[in-house]
């Protein structure tokens, strides 16, 4: 079957680092992609990996690992305005894309 | 900075009447898609269209819901007749021919069937 699975909640502090898991099952797969998604708003595009290994893009990292059906966001030097909803999903190469529910990440002062 | 066009923005309907919900993606972009998001189930797949024809919509109901893309400039995604179960964020998102580069999503259209 086709599973996406992320913790629904996280909290962290300003100025800290934040590890977010994601864990799927799905028939097929060519990559797995991250969205930021601030409440209220449509989600953005932070980074899709293909590759084994960590990708790293400013604050934010992604690391994939395709034998073990997992990959991690990492957050750095978390800011207030990181505060949002973190969106992974998984690309079966067949255009469709599955998304976990997302993690709820509220960073505090 | 190119964006993607969804109106309208919120729509408030009477169960049984029909919602048109529009979407105008990034010119150039070939792979439109339209997803559903709630609080229970996340994003979900309803529809998409490469090079406006229609490849996927196994994750919509049939009997209701349709979604054509009659010029390249414009997508549609109609509910009739809706039912409060309907009510959700409906998303529009574009993009290239592969994944590499993510998808531009629309600000959304919020359907309340009452």
């Known amino acids: 079957g086709q599973n996406i699975d992320q913790p629904t909640e996280m909290t962290a502090t300003e100025g800290a680092i934040v590890q977010i898991n994601c864990t799927y099952q799905?028939?097929?797969?060519?990559?797995l992609f991250w969205y930021q998604q601030h409440a209220g708003e449509a989600p953005t595009f932070l980074s899709y990996n293909v590759l084994d290994g960590l990708e790293e893009k400013g604050r934010f990292s992604s690391f994939l690992s395709r034998s073990k059906g997992y990959s991690y966001l990492l957050l750095k030097e978390l800011q207030m305005k990181d505060s949002a909803s973190y969106l992974c999903a998984s690309d079966s190469g067949t255009y469709k894309y599955i998304f976990g529910t997302g993690t709820r990440l509220k960073v505090l002062a | 900075d190119a964006r993607v066009t969804q109106t309208p923005r919120h729509k408030v309907t009477e169960m049984g009447q029909e919602v048109t919900m529009r979407c105008q993606p990034i010119?150039?972009?070939?792979?439109v898609f339209w997803y559903r998001q709630t609080m229970m189930q996340g994003l979900e797949l309803l529809a998409y269209f490469r090079n406006r024809a229609p490849l996927d919509d196994s994750g919509m109901p049939k009997d209701r819901f349709s979604a054509e893309m009659p010029d390249a400039t414009l997508a549609t995604l109609k509910i009739q007749p809706s039912e409060p179960r309907d009510s959700a964020v409906y998303f529009c998102?574009?993009?290239?021919?592969?994944?590499?580069?993510?998808?531009?999503f629309g600000s959304g259209t919020r359907l309340t069937v009452v």
């Open positions: 998102a574009s993009g290239g021919s592969t994944g590499a580069h993510g998808y531009t």
């Open positions: 010119l150039g972009h070939n792979t």
């Open positions: 799905t028939s097929g797969f060519n990559g």
